[in-house]
């Protein structure tokens, strides 16, 4: 069984970047468990001074569960041509200490919707390039959902394509966590 950690940019009740998760995991195969993060919004601002042991029990929450699951999915709404403040806050926290923080050598996907014509394309490519820059294993891989607010109906996807593309990139998540362990096995 592959774990999967989803996480969703948006605090949103009715996100869609939470929704395109809840789809995510229900076009997941049998193989494949995609739990999502529910505590986001809890994660404080990022204060060097803070982070100290103890860490804040959201973020030592946050910290333990990328520990323990086999992949993150992130879905990530655009804001502002960018991420999310607070899925970068919560990231900052999670990088320290950057040589063995828990998102290194992580296999890592990145989806992203938006109400508007990209589909949150600079989002999900700034969102690679920062965990790439933590040694996450980044699938090279885009999945972007435009006019997000057309492809969802009371919270479920009614878009089958996108719905195959979301099965693919499991898969490739999927895929990537195997090689992981053979590789581990190897050494
Ligand atoms: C502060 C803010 C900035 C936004 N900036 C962008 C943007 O740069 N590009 C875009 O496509 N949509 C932008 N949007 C619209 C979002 O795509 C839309 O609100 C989307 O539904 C957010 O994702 P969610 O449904 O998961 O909360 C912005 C929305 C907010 C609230």
Same mark, same amino acid.
């Not at 076009?27 to 809890?42: H, I, S, W």
């Not at 520990?67 to 900052?92: C, M």
């Not at 040589?99 to 990145?110: F, M, S, W």
């Given at each position: ?36 993060? /529910? ?10 001074? *803070? ?12 910290? /333990? ?74 699938? *090279? ?19 089958? /394509? ?5 099965? /693919? ?19």
């Amino acid at each position: 069984m592959t774990r999967i950690l989803g996480i969703s940019g948006s605090l949103r009740r009715d996100s869609h970047n939470t929704s395109l998760l809840r789809a995510a995991a229900e076009a997941a195969g049998p193989d494949v468990e995609l739990e999502l993060y /529910e505590g986001l919004k809890e994660i404080p601002p990022f204060d060097e001074d *803070d982070d100290v042991h103890p860490r804040p029990p959201s973020v030592a929450r946050l910290n /333990e569960a990328i520990k323990r699951t086999d992949a993150v999915l992130f879905s990530t709404p655009e804001y502002n041509s960018s991420i999310p403040g607070q899925l970068k806050n919560a990231i900052d926290w999670v990088s320290r200490p950057v040589a063995t923080n828990v998102l290194r050598n992580k296999p890592v996907a990145v989806v992203g919707a938006s109400t508007g014509g990209f589909g949150a394309v600079w989002a999900q490519a700034e969102l690679r390039k920062v965990l790439a820059a933590l040694g996450a294993r980044v699938l *090279d891989i885009e999945l972007p959902v435009p006019h997000a607010h057309t492809r969802f109906e009371n919270g479920g996807l009614t878009d089958d /394509e996108i719905r195959a593309r979301l099965e /693919e990139t499991i898969e490739s998540l999927a895929d990537e966590v195997r090689e992981r362990q053979e590789q581990k096995a190897a050494v």
